[in-house]
């Protein structure tokens, strides 16, 4: 087993790392917006309230979920390690400005939006996680017994422009680590071809201004008319 | 035309280093850029000072050893250029320009301008070649070889291994060379003996040197004077992983 641990310190394997584990959570993603949409209903919050109850209870998804914590964990860890490694490769910097020619403002700042999109994280599982998890929140009964009112949390939250504010700028970051990440992924896993490369690059423009545009939705429709 | 430069100066590999301000003249539009340091460096020893070290050699582009870091681009604004190819046509009079060595911690600079780039013959050692049997030079066509993958392998090799992609890495990762090398011999027949042995020593001697991992900025596409494509990185990433996963070691 050898290979698997120096293919896995190796800069290139750890790179493929953050493609695989970058890519799972863009399927994450696209689960947690749909499942989002909900809010959207104007059914004072049951399908949503159904929806989180599933989502908590239903045992495939508990595995999954997780599964999704140690994706998570390894991504964010690599890549500080990452980071690291690559600032300790020139440790005395240019003193004129680089020019920045051929490379993309998000491709040259992944750290910094991955922190961005860690502090938002940590904020989000506390309002929302935490609260369902460890807090006490009012239960409804929809006729199949009491169930937890996140959709109330959320509401209430979301009345909030300051957190509506917090929420649309760490959006934003997301939008921009995904616009280089996704296609950048595929780089890393040797996914690469004049035939099917724009193919990839469309659909992570697409994914990246579609998916963080779907999760700004809810709170901007409970913030302007509820 | 008058310039303004501002050059870093340094002793040797130990001591610090700073920027110091020039000023040229009489600096004619045709000169190329190595040309005008000459005449900077005579304007210095006129004046009984210590001349600017740079490292040139064939002042064709085809060489690789200049290698400056030009108001924040390696080998300065000309795209598909070296230093040596860049002409003073490129500037303005009264500009500054501020000139200095390829910045990381691989190539360590030795003085003033010139740095330390063995790494990179260091890499090649660890697997950029062939075996081939010495005795007569064998038919230039004997192995038919697709136009493509010739094509492929033949812009590959045309990477001169000056370090413009390292200076440009935000990183300072050395993929764009090591991807060059492999590429070139992996694409054609003669290189699949060694195909999978030469990307796993290349790519450890790499990490091993100390450069960064590359993050797909693409930077180095374009400051590569020879226009290396980013392609070859997505090649050698593949190859990488599948000889880390499928080459027969007895010890892994």
């Given amino acids: ?226 | 035309m008058k310039l303004n430069l501002k050059i870093w100066r340094q002793k040797n590999s130990s001591s610090p280093g700073k920027m110091v301000d020039y000023k040229v003249d009489g600096i004619d539009k045709d000169m190329s850029f190595l040309e005008m340091i000459d005449v900077l460096n005579q304007q210095l020893i006129d004046g009984g000072e210590e001349p600017v070290a740079f490292d040139h050699d064939c002042r064709e582009g085809i060489c690789g050893m200049c290698s400056m870091y030009i108001n924040g681009q390696p080998h300065g604004p000309w795209e598909k250029t070296t230093t040596c190819q860049l002409h003073m046509r490129a500037f303005n009079e009264g500009d500054t320009v501020y000139i200095e060595p390829w910045r990381a911690k691989s190539f360590p600079i030795i003085k003033d301008l010139v740095v330390d780039r063995t790494a990179f013959d260091r890499i090649q050692q660890a697997g950029g070649y062939i075996s081939v049997n010495t005795g007569n030079a064998v038919d230039a066509n004997s192995i038919p070889i697709e136009k493509e993958l010739a094509d492929q392998a033949m812009d590959a090799a045309t990477c001169i291994g000056c370090g413009a992609c390292v200076a440009a890495c935000k990183n300072s990762s050395a993929m764009l060379f090591v991807s060059a090398k492999v590429s070139h011999l992996a694409l054609l027949p003669q290189g699949q003996p060694e195909r999978k042995d030469r990307v796993l020593n290349m790519m450890n001697k790499m990490d091993e040197e100390g450069f960064g991992a590359c993050s797909n900025t693409e930077a180095c596409e374009a400051a590569c004077p020879k226009g290396i494509s980013v392609f070859n990185i997505a090649r050698v990433n593949r190859e990488f992983i599948s000889s880390s996963a499928f080459v027969k070691k007895k010890d892994s």
């Fill in chain 1, 1 to 226: 087993m050898r290979w698997l641990t120096s293919f896995l310190t190796s800069s290139a394997g750890r790179k493929v790392l953050m493609s695989l584990t970058g890519l799972f959570l863009c399927s994450f993603l696209i689960a947690h917006m749909s499942g989002n949409l909900s809010l959207l209903l104007s059914d004072g919050g049951q399908a949503f309230n159904e929806y989180a109850k599933f989502m908590t209870t239903f045992p495939l998804i508990k595995v999954l979920s997780i599964g999704t914590y140690v994706v998570i964990i390894l991504h964010i860890v690599q890549g500080i390690l990452l980071a690291l490694k690559n600032r300790n490769s020139r440790p005395d910097k240019y003193v004129s400005k680089a020019s920045g020619k051929g490379s993309t403002w998000a491709s040259r700042n992944m750290a910094l939006l991955g922190i961005i999109i860690l502090v938002f994280l940590i904020i989000h599982l506390k309002s929302f996680w935490y609260q369902v998890k460890f807090g006490h929140i009012p239960t409804v009964n929809y006729g199949g017994g009491e169930i937890k009112d996140l959709y109330t949390i959320v509401v209430t939250a979301f009345k909030n422009p300051l957190y509506v504010g917090f929420y649309l700028v760490s959006l934003a970051a997301l939008a921009f680590h995904l616009v280089h990440g996704f296609q950048s992924a595929f780089q890393s896993l040797g996914i690469r071809h004049t035939k099917y490369t724009p193919i990839i690059k469309f659909a992570g423009y697409a994914f990246a201004i579609l998916v963080p545009l779907g999760f700004a939705i809810q709170p901007l429709y409970i913030l302007m008319f509820k």
